[in-house]
């Protein structure tokens, strides 16, 4: 991760060793984030590929790494997907899914891995049933997000995998085609379908789209409830503030997801014009990322900010992003926390860390987390 200081505009090594921009306060974040014209997603380099039917067919479908208008024709095909009242419905199946959870590492006994027995097992089950992809294939495609990630391996191997994981989707979209099925893969095929429709996707898009929310679905939320614990562990104040007082779990939450800010900066974008912010003038063509924690952690937000208080009231953290790539599955990510941390804490009310040191923690990838995380009771 870059490290910064305290200049709310900084020049910064980025993941690949170039240059970039790095914004470090909320304001200056927020007004980056907001532009999307004056800082462009798309027109970022995709170093080492200059076809532009390549680049065409590597971002199809992602609208993460896209400017309007295909951004925002992708987003309106998924946005009724995860409006919070359709996550809410989906409360009483997250909720059987936690304690299913919950019952196996009973049963497994003291102590287990949250990293293996809880943490990437709940959003994966959630995001599989809702996408529509075999959870058999968990294994899979978890260490494949995981390399596609994973800023120390070469480019080309991480390429190699992303296409790896195109095909296989494309495979669960054609199955789809054939026998769509009450999920979000079948319904995106049948509520369009006539392919005359400009809103319809193609294969190739709906291969992109489904990764981007199987990877995004599940290594996020994931990373969330392992290192929630692992501070909820080390600080008991804030654990009790959490169990003794269910009514503020949706606080609670937002304060752990402001604390950890586990996306650690907005995806980088490219000026596309001379922008100045504050006393620095960045050149149109440079990249620029914001750095998510930093900016949830400005006294201009929060008072304290590096202090985790679940007593506080929720911020207006960017814990999730801001402006047009605004994480879509927040509502999503939300409902399983809410479920999953006080869950946990009432099944297992003296769990402890069953490590000495500090535990694995990554630091190859924008997503902060740990590699294990070991934790007994009883
Ligand atoms: C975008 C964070 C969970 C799907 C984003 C962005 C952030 C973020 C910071 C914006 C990145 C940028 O602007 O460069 C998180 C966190 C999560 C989480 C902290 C968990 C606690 C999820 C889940 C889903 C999801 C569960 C799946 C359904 C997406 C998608 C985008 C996105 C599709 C791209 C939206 C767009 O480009 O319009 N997320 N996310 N995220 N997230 Fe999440």
């Known amino acids: 991760a870059p490290q910064l200081g305290d200049a709310a505009v900084e020049r910064i090594q980025g993941p690949f060793g170039e240059p970039v921009w790095a914004i470090t306060t909320w304001a200056d974040g927020r007004a980056v984030l907001s532009d999307a014209e004056r800082f462009s997603r798309e027109q970022l380099d995709l170093q080492g ?42 409360r009483p199946r997250i909720e059987q899914i936690v304690d299913d959870h919950l019952d196996r590492m009973e049963a497994h006994g003291s102590p287990v891995d949250l990293t293996d027995a809880f943490a990437p097992a709940i959003p994966s089950l959630v995001i599989c049933e809702l996408l529509g992809v075999p959870y058999a294939d968990r294994h899979d495609f978890q260490s494949r997000a995981a390399t596609i990630i994973d800023f120390t391996l070469p480019m080309e191997t991480r390429r190699q995998v992303s296409l790896e994981m195109r095909t296989y989707m494309r495979e669960l979209v054609q199955q789809h085609r054939r026998d769509p099925g009450d999920d979000l893969l079948g319904r995106l095929i049948t509520r369009r ?27 996020t939320t994931s990373n969330m409830l392992a290192l929630g614990t692992l501070v909820l562990l080390r600080q008991p104040d804030q654990r009790r503030l959490l169990v003794e007082h269910p009514e503020n779990v949706d606080a609670a939450v937002e304060e752990l997801l402001r604390y950890l800010s586990v996306v650690h900066m907005a995806l980088p974008r490219v ?18 990322v914001v750095s998510l924690p930093a900016a949830n952690r400005d006294p201009e937000l929060v008072e304290h ?3 985790l208080d679940l007593g506080r ?33 009432a099944r297992f009310p003296d769990l402890r ?23 007994a009771w009883g």
């Open 49 to 90: 590929v200059d076809s532009p039917e390549e680049r065409r067919r590597i971002r199809a479908g992602n609208m993460l790494t896209l400017d309007p208008p295909d951004h925002t024709r992708l987003r309106r095909a998924v946005t009724a997907e995860f409006t919070v009242k359709r996550i809410r419905n989906l």
């Open 193 to 219: 379908g006539s392919g005359d429709d400009p809103d319809d996707l193609d294969d190739d898009e709906l291969a992109g789209l489904g990764n981007l929310l199987l990877i995004a679905g599940h290594e």
């Open 271 to 288: 000026a596309t014009t001379d922008v100045t912010i504050g006393d620095v003038t960045i050149p149109r063509g440079d990249a620029v």
């Open 305 to 307: 900010g590096r202090d």
């Open 313 to 345: 009231a929720p911020t207006n953290h960017m814990a999730f992003g801001h402006g047009i790539h605004h994480c879509l599955g927040a509502p999503l990510a939300r409902a399983e926390m809410q479920i999953a941390f006080p869950r946990l804490f």
């Open 353 to 375: 860390l069953a490590l000495d040191d500090d535990p694995d923690f990554r630091t190859e990838t924008f997503i902060y987390g740990v590699r294990s995380l070991p934790v």
